[in-house]
T-cell receptor, first 114, second 112 residues
Framework: NAGVTQTPKFQVLKTGQSMTLQCAQD?????MYWYRQDPGMGLRLIYYSASEGTTDKGEVPNGYNVSRLNKREFSLRLESAAPSQTSVYFC?????????????FGDGTRLSIL | AQSVTQLGSHVSVSEGALVLLRCNYS??????LFWYVQYPNQGLQLLLK??????LVKGINGFEAEFKKSETSFHLTKPSAHMSDAAEYFCAVTTGYSTLTFGKGTMLLVSP
């Protein structure tokens, strides 16, 4: 059972470079999410997609863009990477149930920006 | 607005001892409450959640949590700690009309 798959697992970028983090889920979930995790900060929501074709900003969207390519895939793009974006990024998915919250997380992408 | 406070960034217990991880929330409307666990180099895994109904919620791996409205708390407990319980635990809250707000996490250390 794959669940939520993120690629790549590790990446080092130089300031100003761009890249796209990929996420795919095979559980037929409607909702998908991108979070960043920084030491002592918990998880902070960057963007989410409640259903295919929709995306909304979370708590910390600046410097990021997203694309809900289809029901399975939700990508996160850094157009011009900055050292402040060094973090661990998690993709998650969830059912559109009463709480409509993430239930399954990927193993993360560890991103360092020099 | 909603918020979550987890008391103690680190909690240490001995194997076999009671585990108690504290979570207090703030919400202007009835909340939905969650506990997640994160093992090293992995994503978060949902342990349990409270939505409506019974205030004592049982989750995976022998954990449970009790919603206490009067105390605005949702503490996580386990009667007997195992070495495999060592991980970081996150409490989270939503009103159902908003996205999830996470606490800063509590690292559980289990010694033999």
């Amino acid at each position: 059972n794959a669940g939520v798959t993120q690629t790549p697992k590790f990446q080092v970028l130089k300031t100003g470079q761009s890249m796209t983090l990929q996420c795919a889920q095979d559980m037929n979930h409607n909702s998908m999410y991108w979070y960043r995790q920084d030491p002592g900060m918990g998880l902070r929501l960057i963007y989410y997609s409640a259903s295919e074709g929709t995306t909304d900003k979370g708590e910390v969207p600046n410097g990021y863009n997203v694309s809900r390519l289809n029901k399975r895939e939700f990508s996160l793009r850094l157009e011009s990477a900055a050292p402040s974006q060094t973090s661990v990024y998690f993709c998650a998915s969830g059912l559109a149930d009463l709480t409509n919250q993430p239930q399954h997380f990927g193993d993360g992408t560890r991103l360092s920006i020099l | 607005a909603q918020s979550v406070t987890q008391l103690g960034s680190h909690v240490s217990v001995s194997e076999g001892a009671l585990v108690l991880l504290r979570c207090n929330y703030s919400s202007s409307v009835p909340p939905y409450l969650f506990w997640y666990v994160q093992y090293p180099n992995q994503g978060l895994q949902l342990l349990l959640k409270y939505t409506t109904g019974a205030t004592l919620v049982k989750g995976i791996n022998g954990f449970e949590a009790e919603f206490k409205k009067s105390e605005t708390s949702f503490h996580l407990t386990k009667p007997s700690a195992h070495m495999s319980d060592a991980a970081e635990y996150f409490c989270a809250v939503t009103t159902g009309y908003s996205t999830l707000t996470f606490g800063k996490g509590t690292m559980l250390l289990v010694s033999p």
